[in-house]
């Protein structure tokens, strides 16, 4: 294992590498008030665009939220939550959005062409996973969120989108005040062994 490893540069064990993948899991409670490194951040964000992108298209980009963006962004939801479902569940939805520390958004650039279109996104859900494991990998954890409001027009103005540009991912992060389990089905019903 450790001579194959060399041989392809990988500077950490298969065993780290599983253990960081085994150990991300979707943070849904966060240490309030704690905001990580905007530089971490930065890194992460470096890091995300290493994903495999077909034809290298580098489909994705990034938005990182301040606090005014954060701000118009949970009125925004509050507003669509009170006309669909009323004013208690937009007050409980503000409450619990508002307790989120840190905010990104990744957008991807949509195609004409559908099977690019398709690719691109695959590659950004990539870029996604490089960011949320390298984070993990420095103590922080995240949360990927792809609600109603993510598909708002207003929420894409939000964000300065350019035109065709659509969200992938809310992505919130910070430090796990709990961390919860994750369950996987078992690999003997996911594979198929042809011969
Ligand atoms: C494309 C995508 C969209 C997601 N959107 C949401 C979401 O809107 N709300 C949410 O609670 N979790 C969302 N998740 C996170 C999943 O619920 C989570 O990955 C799943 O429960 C497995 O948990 P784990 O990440 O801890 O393994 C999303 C994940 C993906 C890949």
């Known amino acids: 294992m450790a001579d194959r490893a060399a041989l392809t540069d990988s500077p950490v064990s298969p065993e780290d590498a599983a253990a960081l993948i085994r150990g991300r ?21 470096e890091l995300a665009r290493w994903a495999p992108n077909h034809h290298r ?13 954060k701000t118009r962004i949970i009125d925004l939801n509050s ?33 004409d062409d559908p099977i690019t279109a398709r690719e691109d996104y695959a590659a950004c859900a990539c870029a996604v996973q490089n960011l949320m494991l390298y984070l993990h990998s420095a103590g922080v954890g995240t949360k990927w969120a792809s609600g109603a409001v993510t598909r708002e027009p207003e929420f894409l103005e939000l964000l300065g989108a350019q035109s065709g540009e659509y969200c992938v991912g809310l ?9 919860p389990r994750s369950q996987r089905q078992s690999v003997d019903h996911i594979v198929r062994t042809l011969d």
């Open 79 to 111: 507003r669509l939550l009170t006309a669909s479902r009323g004013a208690e569940v937009a007050e409980a939805k503000r409450e619990r959005w508002q307790s989120m520390p840190g905010w990104l958004a990744i957008n991807c650039i949509s195609n």
């Open 171 to 179: 992505i919130w992060y910070g430090y796990a005040q709990r961390r």
């Open 25 to 45: 899991r979707t943070i849904d409670r966060f240490k309030p008030g704690e905001v990580p490194e905007t530089a971490l951040i930065h890194e992460a964000i």
């Open 57 to 69: 298209t580098e489909p994705w980009r990034f938005c990182l939220i301040g606090e005014r963006t």
